[in-house]
């Protein structure tokens, strides 16, 4: 059975929250669930074929409900953060919940990683398991102006991809920028830092932050020793000292809904898996795992995370797309569709396929 459906838990309202299982011809298993559609579990062969779950999370839904890092978690309306949590549009001003001052972060207190999703599992027609979740925003909602629905796919491919394709439509124009925030250890879940990860990000600019991470909004040159990561790099060189980064926005396409790029490629030498992230998406946040000893949480493991347990490579538009146009316009306006597809392929060092 390709697709596979159980409990997972209970909300507080008696409403119980499922947990889909998928696995591919080529040793993928996802486990998500229709809360936040958070990716619980993903399960990926080594080159001796021992599979590791390769993503950071927590057991039980009490764990996800009582408070985390968006791990796995399907992130919107507007991935990253939004300065001043306030924007201008046509004319009219809104102010956003300011859940991370003084910006407004992942779509506010109550985003898309904390709804409960519609789902729906199918096959593509390669035969390919599909888990498709969707879900609606109401008019107000964290302060965004219209309704949208919006449809979110999570497909193992042949090819060994997770694929996951984003789409939506509104009824009034509000900003739109979503992304999955999983955060990654391909030598498995609960094994330590990741800092004998090698990673190659291609792109030759980024937006830098300030001291209170708040994206400053000018494109620059990625600065060799520090975040240019245009050749392999290995992580222990920005997680440890003297840099200990948090990561950064990298630009990738100039324009949000551009061809499907590379993006990323990380290499895991121990053992063996290579994960090769390509997307539309305008921006690529890096992010370290810097902040993951904010919170006591033990993973799936029963190892209590430290900070760059795990890292994230989240696709998305430009965070702060509504106050700067000029770099990415991400306004979703009614009568268009918005589109968003991120790949993350996996594979053998040294294999061809
Ligand atoms: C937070 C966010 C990440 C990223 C980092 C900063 O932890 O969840 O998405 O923006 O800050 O690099």
Redesign the pocket.
């Known amino acids: 059975m390709p697709i596979h459906k159980e409990d997972f838990g209970q909300l507080p309202n008696g409403q119980t929250v499922h947990r889909y299982t998928l696995s591919n011809n080529r040793g993928l298993t996802l486990k998500a669930i229709n809360y936040g559609g958070i990716i619980t579990e993903l399960h990926v062969p080594d080159r001796n074929n021992r599979t590791a779950d390769v993503v950071l999370g927590l057991s039980t839904l009490e764990e996800y409900l009582a408070g985390h890092?968006?791990f796995g978690a399907l992130v919107g309306r507007v991935?990253?953060?939004i300065t001043g949590a306030r924007f201008t549009l046509d004319g009219t001003e809104y102010l956003l919940a300011c859940n991370n001052p003084p910006n407004h972060?992942?779509g506010g207190l109550a985003g898309f990683d904390k709804k409960i999703w519609a789902t729906e599992t199918t096959e593509s027609i390669e035969a390919e398991p599909c888990l498709m979740l969707t879900c609606h925003s109401n008019d107000g909602e964290e302060g965004y102006p219209g309704n949208v629905a919006i449809t979110v796919t999570y497909t193992l491919t042949r090819e060994n991809e997770l694929r996951i394709e984003y789409a939506a439509t509104a009824d009034q124009p509000t900003p739109l920028s979503m992304t999955n925030?999983s955060y990654f250890n391909l030598a498995g879940e609960g094994s330590g830092n990741i800092n004998n990860h090698l990673l190659q990000i291609h792109a030759h600019e980024y937006v830098p932050?300030d001291g209170s991470?708040t994206l400053t909004g000018k494109i620059t040159p990625v600065i060799d020793g520090i975040n240019d990561l245009t050749r392999p790099t290995r992580l222990a060189t920005l997680t440890g000292a003297p840099l200990e980064a948090?990561?950064?926005n990298y630009m990738i396409n100039h324009q949000s809904g551009q061809d499907i790029v590379p993006v990323a490629t990380v290499t895991e030498n121990t053992s063996g898996r290579v994960m090769d992230v390509s997307s539309n998406a305008t921006c690529l946040?890096f992010?370290?795992g810097?902040?993951l000893d904010q919170l006591t949480l033990r993973g799936k493991s029963g190892c209590v995370y430290k900070r760059f347990d795990g890292f994230?490579l989240?696709c998305h538009g430009y965070p702060d797309g509504v106050n700067s146009p000029e770099i990415d316009d991400i306004i979703l306006r009614p009568g268009k569709v918005y589109q968003q597809t991120t790949l993350y392929r996996f594979s053998i060092a040294g294999d061809s396929g």
């Open positions: 890092p968006y991935a990253g953060r972060l992942h925030h932050a991470l948090h990561g950064d946040q992010y370290t810097k902040f994230c989240e």
